[in-house]
């Protein structure tokens, strides 16, 4: 399978001070909690990549770069006692973690300009048997967008360590992410998509990001640069 590389995908003017303020949001949240470092980055490229394989247009990976950003956006009101908690959430924590999608929506609902990146910010943690949250989205009701972020946000939150968690390796993230498509969570084809693509791409597109600029003037570039980097058999 041949991945096309990203065409015509340069920012337009009217969308820098957006863009400038989009990439300051997201780094004030990861700066909140530090194991969670570069996690956007990844997020959003993986996020990409998987748009390309799937044929989408500049509008819709431009979503999914953004929505990588700002998945977790909402995170910025949720309190540092229950954010960065080294253990397990109490059933109230949980309650209040799971408003994070909500009050992320809420944050960008005022920039016409992330009007498609919405779906992703409030959805991405809905699960494919309407098990999720916020609004219980089944299937199909579930935003694509959403579902491809929700993808990338798994594996990247797998394999990589947390308050409450140490790493995992490659093939036992993958192991569970198989795992949580056959019990019903997630999108089979789009999981199914990125079992085929990982080993050749994604495994490759992780690695990249970790030498990406982390300064807000360069993250753009990250994107372009993307253009090439996926140029290749896969």
């Not at 096309?4 to 300051?24: G, N, Q, R, V, W």
């Not at 969670?36 to 748009?51: D, Q, Y």
């Not at 509008?59 to 953004?66: H, M, Q, V």
Request: charged share 25%.
């Amino acid at each position: 399978m041949r991945l096309e590389p990203l065409t015509h995908f340069e920012p337009d003017s009217a969308a820098e001070e957006t863009e400038a303020i989009l990439f300051a949001l997201a780094r004030a949240v990861e700066q909140r909690d530090q194991a969670t470092w570069g996690h956007c980055e990844r997020l959003a490229l993986i996020s990409v990549t998987m748009g390309v394989a799937m044929g989408m247009d500049r509008d819709s990976l431009i979503a999914l770069y953004r929505g990588g950003y700002l998945h977790d956006l909402g995170k910025v009101g949720i309190p540092d006692s229950i954010l960065c908690k080294p253990g397990k959430l109490t059933s109230e924590e949980w309650v209040i973690m799971q408003t994070h999608s909500a009050r992320g929506e809420e944050i960008c609902r005022h920039m016409k300009s992330l009007e498609p990146v919405l779906p992703i910010i409030r959805h991405h943690h809905e699960r494919w048997d309407g098990t999720g949250y916020p609004d219980g989205l089944k299937g199909e009701q579930i935003p694509l967008l959403a579902r491809v972020v929700q993808i990338a946000d798994i594996y990247d939150a797998l394999t990589t360590r947390r308050s409450y968690k140490e790493a995992l390796g490659e093939e036992k993230a993958l192991e569970i992410l198989c795992q949580e498509a056959q019990r019903g969570w997630r999108d089979p084809q789009l999981t199914a998509l990125f079992l085929d693509l990982h080993h050749t791409v994604i495994s490759r597109v992780t690695r990249y990001s970790e030498f990406c600029d982390s300064g807000l003037d360069r993250k753009r570039s990250s994107l372009l640069n993307l253009n090439q980097f996926l140029a290749w058999e896969a």
